[in-house]
């Protein structure tokens, strides 16, 4: 589908009432949702999460804008497009990059968002190896070598990467939630291009938000294991925005729509009107 003159992808849940537009993050895509959407299917919730702009198969961000105003307003026509469907303010849900995305999209009052759940938001503790993941040997070796890579080798070294970051407990992690993660990262070219785009966006996530601005209801999901978004972020959090409702997921990593997505459902459940 087309939004706002960008071809993209969507894979959605149907239902009645307030939707969800739900933001991925970083190097994903909007199959990270899939088993959020399964949940919210079964209770006839509608949501939608798209491939954002410069990751899945949506094209590549624009070299001449910062990196989090083109996913700001990406992120504003997602709601639009949703509210107008459903004739009803949305629950606006965002995974680390997509939560930060999320939050600046609240302080736009005109937008009609009913509430925002962020997910290990970026930009308030990040650890160093989200802004150097090239620095990593095999990613080093890897985007450095002149002679062709077979796609399977690309994906495999995209894949281990993949467990080892973004989950509370790699081993436990199946096969096909990885599968899905590295279906569109086959081409080195663009896990380079992905990759500069976080070394882009760390200046950009130094202001991350306005909390004066953000009237609607907030929840804070944060994994106690998340290895990119630091945990100790949520007490920071807590400080900038007082009246977010903070909860600490023991055991979870940096994808808790994957690793406990009853959770993350009941969380968009209780905003939703």
Known sequence: MTVGGIETRAVWSLGEGTSAVLLHGWMDNADTWLELLDRLAARRRAAIAYDQPGFGVAPPLDPEREVLDQLVDFGARTVLRAAERSGKPVVLVGNSLGGWTALRLAQHEELPIAGVVA????????????????????VSQLISLRAPVPDGVVRSVAGRLYRRLAFGNPAAVDQAVVDRFTRFTVDRAVIRTRIDYAKRVRPELADPFDPERIKAPVTVLWGDRDRLCIPAGAEDLRARLPHARIEMLPGIGHTPQIECPAVVANAVEALAH
């Open 119 to 138: 997910i290990g938001p970026a930009g308030i503790r990040m650890a160093p190896l989200f802004f150097t993941v090239d620095r990593i040997p095999a």
